[in-house]
């Protein structure tokens, strides 16, 4: 059934029809148009966070049933690369079965099997035999495209190919000749798909010539911030950070080999869901700390793995897969030469989600690839994305500096083409009004305003400053921690002596 006679069928109120959603499409495609050949409707399920009718919900509920919440599909790809020698209490057979080439038939009735664990660690036998099923599944829906086709390549879309194992069972399988898949093929990038479609068809219409444009091989196509707003962003905490320009590559480089994680926020933003160096976080492959670390940032499970990021004409001397992955939706098995030498980037499976890097894409990020080259032997970085736990990437500059404050492991800040680094702080502990400082208190309500006035001069702090400093006088001590304003206000108050302190000279 095609949209139309699908759109005039749920548009008809004389007849009863259940509700379907489309949970499979095939196309063939070439320059004069595209064509439908085949197409899967799926009848929801009374139970659907149980019940199994695609690919898609599948994993979809496995993952939601082990972590207790939504969107959690890579955290079962990462747990089903564990193998503790524990047999699931299901097989791939009683999840999906093949019927006819390219023909699936998912199951129902193995839920009962699967009990709740309080250790999600606990069903990564479970994790395992589900990525076979999913695999086995996505494999035979790609067969039968080439069965309807004949088709030398295939294109990709929809959310189950940012799963990069059966992705790379696609590309392996010989079924094609080429396997591409965007970097957001999710429902992002299916609607700039369609987008594209309709452009095409509005300038074939007004018998135009669409200009095709060169094939990028980055999806850095998302916001870029220039110099005044990155300045302005900077001058509202320039209490707190030293600024200075970015260094070269080879101090770069022996920066991150020494163990400190860096920030790049530089050009424009990621389009698609991962992280390909313009918001990044960056370290070195070669500590097994770094993994642990970025994980504890990004509030992670510790086992979690973290993705390399490499030159790609030096890719084949490290990892055994594709000759590019742009976009990280391939999977690589780390040689076993190297393997031992990068323990960050080492995943139980010995597999790893490379993303390659040329020139074209980011030129400054492949200088510092050679310079870790020439430090170390291996072109390659620890790359995850710039957010901590439960963030969005980070996408200002402003974000961009208050993750970078909110994160003490994280050493530096690249952004803008020059280099951030937090302020040396005077200790600010233990502080507390001079005996002779008047306080006067405006508004003593949440908006209180406090001014100090002593030998002359006045200054007016928050009621979140005054408060440190009657727990300091009370104390002694005073909090281990303020955040930036605060820390600002304690420091002006040292500075013009209306406060005693430790540090004040």
């Known amino acids: 059934m095609g949209f139309t006679e699908f759109a005039a069928a749920m548009s ?40 199994v009718y695609s690919a898609a919900t599948l994993y979809d509920n496995v993952a939601r049933m082990v972590f207790g919440r939504e969107n959690a599909h ?47 660690i606990a069903h990564a036998p479970l994790a395992h035999v589900v990525q076979a099923a999913f695999e086995r599944a996505v494999l035979e829906h790609a067969r039968r495209a080439s069965l309807l086709t004949d088709a030398a390549n295939l294109a990709a879309a929809g959310g189950v190919f940012l799963n990069i194992n059966s992705n790379s069972a696609i590309a392996a399988s010989g ?35 669409p200009t095709i444009h060169t094939r990028r091989a ?31 590559p080879q101090v770069l480089a022996r ?11 530089e050009g424009h933003a990621e389009f698609g869901p991962r992280a390909l160096g313009g918001r990044s976080l960056l370290a070195t492959p070669l500590l097994a700390a770094s993994k642990d670390r970025l994980n504890v940032i990004k509030g992670r499970q510790h086992w979690r793995p973290v993705a390399p990021v490499a030159l790609r004409d030096r890719a084949a001397d490290l990892f055994e897969g594709p000759a590019e992955s742009p976009y990280m939706n391939m999977e690589y098995r780390v040689r076993a030469l190297v393997s031992a030498m990068m323990p960050a980037i080492r995943h139980p499976d010995g597999s790893a989600r490379v993303q390659t890097v040329t020139d074209d894409d980011d030129r400054s990020l492949c200088d510092l690839l050679r310079a870790c ?15 901590g736990a439960e963030e969005p990437i980070v996408e200002t500059p402003e974000q961009a500096l208050d993750f970078f404050l909110a994160h003490d492991d994280v050493a530096i800040l690249l952004i803008g083409g020059r280099i951030v680094r937090r302020m040396q702080m005077p200790d600010v502990r233990g502080v507390r009004l001079a005996p002779d400082t008047i306080v006067t208190i405006i508004n003593p309500g949440a ?59």
């Open 373 to 387: 080259d020439a430090l170390t032997g291996l072109p390659v970085l620890v790359n995850t994305s710039l957010n």
């Open 175 to 209: 079924l094609f000749q080429r396997f591409f898949v965007p970097s957001a093929p999710h429902d992002a990038g299916i609607a700039v798909g369609c987008a594209y479609h309709g452009w095409r068809l509005v300038a074939k219409k007004l018998r135009a010539t």
């Open 255 to 265: 920066h991150i080999r020494e163990g400190q994680i860096v920030a790049r926020f």
């Open 74 to 120: 890579g955290q079962l790809m990462a747990l089903a690369s564990i193998d503790d020698g524990l047999r699931a209490p299901v097989r791939v057979g009683d999840i999906v079965d093949v019927e006819a080439p390219g023909v699936v038939r998912f199951r129902n009735g193995w839920q009962h099997r699967v009990t709740e664990a309080a250790d999600c």
């Open 12 to 51: 008809d109120s004389s007849c009863e029809l259940n509700t379907r959603t489309e949970c499979l499409s095939i196309y063939d495609a070439d320059d004069n148009g595209i064509r439908l050949r085949h197409r899967e409707f799926c009848v929801p399920h009374s139970a659907p966070d149980v019940f």
């Open 218 to 248: 980055s999806d850095r196509i998302g916001g870029e911030f220039k110099r005044p707003e990155i300045d302005a962003a900077l001058e509202k905490r320039r209490h707190l950070v030293v600024i200075d320009t970015v260094p070269s």
């Open 447 to 505: 908006s209180q305003r406090v001014i100090l006035l002593r030998r002359g001069r006045s200054l007016e702090i928050s009621g979140a400053t005054f408060r440190v400093l009657t727990e300091s006088g009370a104390n002694g001590e005073g909090p281990q921690a303020f955040d930036g304003d605060t820390q600002q206000e304690l420091i002006d108050a040292l500075r013009q002596q209306f406060v005693n302190g430790p540090c004040l000279s």
